[in-house]
């Protein structure tokens, strides 16, 4: 009877080892990631977050490209501009083709050097090959109000019949 209750504590203690080791081993990566992502973000002088619709967040605050480039003009006139910025993804958004361009625009009007992380390896954003495009400012969508959906404005209220 001994030997079996023996067994099946070494048996459990080897499952809990192994269950363990595997676990380890699928979270090890992202951890090192982590952690070397952390380390490069210090090596940057600014690091910006992606946000929705090409938008993004400076010092916690959300504004749209046009307010981000403001942002560095101002910077620039009190001599205060980075010479590197770090594009990250934030938790609303990853790193979109939009955030690239205008990141883009900003590296050629304002001289800095701009990197962005894809796939967990830093690159360098280059104006020529991401075609830089003119910083916009944000609109929301238009949300119409249920009495106008459905309704064209062709099909006013005047009817010529009526006199």
């Known amino acids: 009877m001994t030997r079996f209750t023996t067994m099946f504590h070494r048996a459990g203690a080897a499952l809990l080892l192994g269950s363990l080791l595997a676990l380890g081993g699928c979270h090890g990566n992202s951890v090192k990631e982590q952690a070397a992502m952390a380390q490069a973000q210090n090596e940057f002088d600014t690091t910006l977050e992606a946000y929705k619709s090409g938008q993004f967040l400076v010092d916690g605050a959300v504004l749209s490209a046009l307010d981000t480039g403001s942002h ?10 980075p010479k590197t ?57 238009v949300k119409m109000s249920d009495e106008l959906k459905g309704k064209a404005a062709s099909d006013g209220g005047f009817d010529r019949n009526q006199h």
């Open 72 to 81: 560095f003009a101002y910077l620039k006139d009190v001599g205060k501009l």
């Open 85 to 141: 910025v770090l594009l990250v993804p934030s938790d609303d958004s990853k790193v979109r083709k939009a955030h690239l361009q205008f990141m883009a625009r900003m590296v050629l009007d304002y001289g800095f050097a701009a990197y962005y992380e894809d796939d967990g390896t830093l690159k360098k954003i280059n104006p020529v090959e991401t075609k830089a495009r003119a910083l916009e400012d944000y609109h929301a969508p």
